[in-house]
T-cell receptor
Framework: DAGVTQSPTHLIKTRGQQVTLRCSPK?????VSWYQQALGQGPQFIFQYYEEEERQRGNFPDRFSGHQFPNYSSELNVNALLLGDSALYLC?????????????FGSGTRLTVV | RKEVEQDPGPFNVPEGATVAFNCTYS??????FFWYRQDCRKEPKLLMSVYSSGNEDGRFTAQLNRASQYISLLIRDSKLSDSATYLCVVNGGSYIPTFGRGTSLIVHP
């Protein structure tokens, strides 16, 4: 049973560059959520995709954008990278109808901006 | 006030000890509650859901107090392998999980 897979696992980018992170949800899941986790902090909600549309968005600037494909996989794009964007980016998948169940997380992409 | 608040710790306890973590939340419309465990540099993993009646899973007991808007996690007979960060998670009215910053537990021999 394939869990949530994310790529790449690690990434180093320069300030001002753009980055794309990818996520494949757990088999059977149709909803993908993205979180940013800075060192020593809990994951912060970026946005959630369902039926190829952004359903909910957290308090993140427009530099953060995303996409969901027909096969439920998703991408997170960050433009004009800042040093403060350095963090672990987590993708979580779930089934829209199972709202009371927890999410399954991928192992994350560790982004370092230099 | 943060939506979900936890004492970051660390809690440093000997093997065999009982340790309790608390978490408070601000949204009274919150629908569901969870505890996640996160090992160093790994992703969070669901430990257990928290039900109004309280629930137990082996050495772990979770309780919810809706009136006071807090959740607790009790770990009995702590093992070295319990060392991790424990994240309190609350699903608000929008069903988007909101995470606390986590409580660090260190179990020593």
């Amino acid at each position: 049973d394939a869990g949530v897979t994310q790529s790449p696992t690690h990434l180093i980018k320069t300030r001002g560059q753009q980055v794309t992170l990818r996520c494949s949800p757990k088999s059977g899941h149709d909803t993908v959520s993205w979180y940013q986790q800075a060192l020593g902090q809990g994951p912060q909600f970026i946005f959630q995709y369902y039926e190829e549309e952004e359903r909910q968005r957290g308090n993140f600037p427009d530099r953060f954008s995303g996409h969901q494909f027909p096969n439920y996989s998703s991408e997170l794009n960050v433009n004009a990278l800042l040093l403060g964007d350095s963090a672990l980016y987590l993708c979580a998948s779930s089934l829209a109808q199972d709202r009371d169940y927890g999410y399954t997380f991928g192992s994350g992409t560790r982004l370092t901006v230099v | 006030r943060k939506e979900v608040e936890q004492d970051p710790g660390p809690f440093n306890v000997p093997e065999g000890a009982t340790v309790a973590f608390n978490c408070t939340y601000s949204n009274s419309a919150s629908q569901s509650f969870f505890w996640y465990r996160q090992d160093c540099r790994k992703e969070p993993k669901l430990l257990m859901s928290v039900y109004s009646s309280g629930n137990e899973d082996g050495r772990f007991t979770a309780q919810l107090n809706r009136a006071s808007q807090y959740i607790s996690l009790l770990i009995r007979d702590s093992k070295l392998s319990d060392s991790a960060t424990y994240l309190c998670v609350v699903n608000g009215g929008s069903y988007i999980p909101t995470f606390g910053r986590g409580t660090s537990l260190i179990v020593h021999p």
